[in-house]
């Protein structure tokens, strides 16, 4: 008997979040007689429980699925809602009473950390009651801090914006012969491979920027002001660049000498505004001209600076998520394996969704140089790989065509 899929997108968007989305969809469909429809959740978990999903598999024309690929932010919608950790609650019935009503056989949800406590949490609660639903993990982050795979997709996109943007940056600060400090706060709560991105955007040894900070090193003012007086030294125009996720040694995070940061419905603190907690101590201290530029959603959802590799990669993530689903996985997530740096080579395998969840993978200790002010040369080989190529993209009138949901 033929079964269904359902898949999902959860948490932050992405540059690339719907290129996963497009290869779920077109590898559902090539197995015809196995699968019947691929649906999909309006608002991930959240929407599906109200009843709000849609025939991916009917309701899309193949232009459409296209535009879909290199479209930014997340098609069906996302959400960011908690499922109890308690197995017994009554939702957990509701939600696979839905999941049958729909002859649900294999269930894929994108996203980070978060979601993947989601595929962790309808997994076992599967096993527990004997469903033969099968559930998978498509992993997507910018922040590049899932653990067990090489890198997610979506981070190398942000990590291309992030290096082309703060050269932009640069080059704006670099046209007046006078003293100035730019600080740009980027996004990462409590990892830095975003931020460590920044350093791509140097044309040359000690170029802009000249300082970054993660929030795998503790921040410290009195540092902060001997490395920017050394910086201040070497040229007038001086790059900042910081994660939003810094804190201090004792773990209080520098945007909260601010305001208190709030908390999402994970727990999570909402990080902003550290950018403007050193724009006023620049300000205070040096007496010198200093503004701060929150880049913002702006490095997740720019389908203009795509990574073309990092939208093949999601695009394959996907597809490698319905096969080993239809063969018979479940309660894993797709990983990426790097099997070659030169030329850059990687495969797709399977990881248990349990050792990724609520878990997070710290930028390189070794990789963070100079008095915790710098990235060593060491990230490039890494990193470079991922940024490569630009997708063609669809124009109309100098503007980019994107898919909407109707």
């Not at 999903?53 to 919608?77: H, M, N």
């Not at 999402?264 to 040096?286: A, P, S």
């Not at 999601?314 to 099997?339: C, H, I, P, Y």
């Amino acid at each position: 008997m033929k079964k269904n899929i359902l898949v999902g997108q959860s948490g932050g968007p992405t540059a690339v979040i719907n290129a996963s989305l497009y290869g779920v969809i077109t590898e559902g469909m090539e197995h015809l007689d196995e699968i019947e429809h691929v649906y999909g959740m309006i608002h991930g978990v959240e929407g599906f429980l109200k009843d709000s999903y849609t025939d991916l598999s009917q309701d899309l024309t193949q232009k459409e699925l296209e535009l879909i690929r290199l479209t930014p932010a997340a098609y069906l919608g996302s959400c960011r809602y908690k499922l109890p950790k308690d197995l017994t609650s009554p939702v957990y019935f509701t939600l696979f009473k839905k999941l049958e009503a729909l002859n649900i056989g294999y269930f894929l949800y994108i996203g980070g950390n978060d979601s993947m406590d989601t595929v962790s949490k309808l997994s076992r609660y599967a096993a527990q009651v004997g469903s033969p639903i099968r559930f998978m993990g498509i992993p997507k982050t910018i922040d590049n801090d899932l653990m067990l795979t090489d890198h997610t997709p979506g981070y190398g996109s942000a990590a291309k914006y992030v290096a082309s943007t703060v050269r932009e940056i640069s080059l704006d600060a670099s046209v007046y012969n006078q003293q100035a400090v730019t600080i740009v706060e980027l996004m990462g709560r409590g990892a830095g491979w975003l931020t460590a991105a920044s350093v791509l955007a140097r044309k040359y040894e000690q170029d802009n920027p000249l300082l970054i900070y993660l929030p795998e090193a503790p921040f410290d003012f009195q540092s902060f002001t001997r490395d920017l007086t050394e910086a201040l030294r070497r040229r007038p125009d001086v790059i900042i660049c910081v994660s939003e996720g810094i804190s201090d040694v004792s773990g209080r995070l520098i945007c909260e000498y601010n305001d208190e940061a709030r908390l999402d419905n994970f727990g999570h603190k909402m990080l902003t505004g550290c950018g403007k907690v050193l724009e006023n101590f620049v300000r205070n201290h040096f007496g010198i001209k200093v503004r701060s530029v929150e880049v913002n959603v702006s490095q997740r959802c720019s389908g203009m600076l795509l990574s073309e590799t990092d939208v093949n990669e999601a695009a394959a993530a996907g597809s490698f998520g319905v096969r080993a689903a239809l063969d018979g996985a479940t309660g894993k997530m797709v990983a990426f394996n790097r099997t070659l740096d030169d030329p850059y080579a990687m495969e797709c395998s399977l990881v248990d969704v349990n050792e990724v969840c609520n878990k997070e993978k710290p930028f390189p200790s070794h990789w963070i140089t100079g008095r915790t002010n710098d990235i060593s040369p060491e990230f490039y080989p890494y990193v470079l790989p991922l940024i490569q190529g630009e997708p063609k993209r669809a124009v109309s009138r100098g503007l980019p065509v994107y898919a909407y949901r109707k």
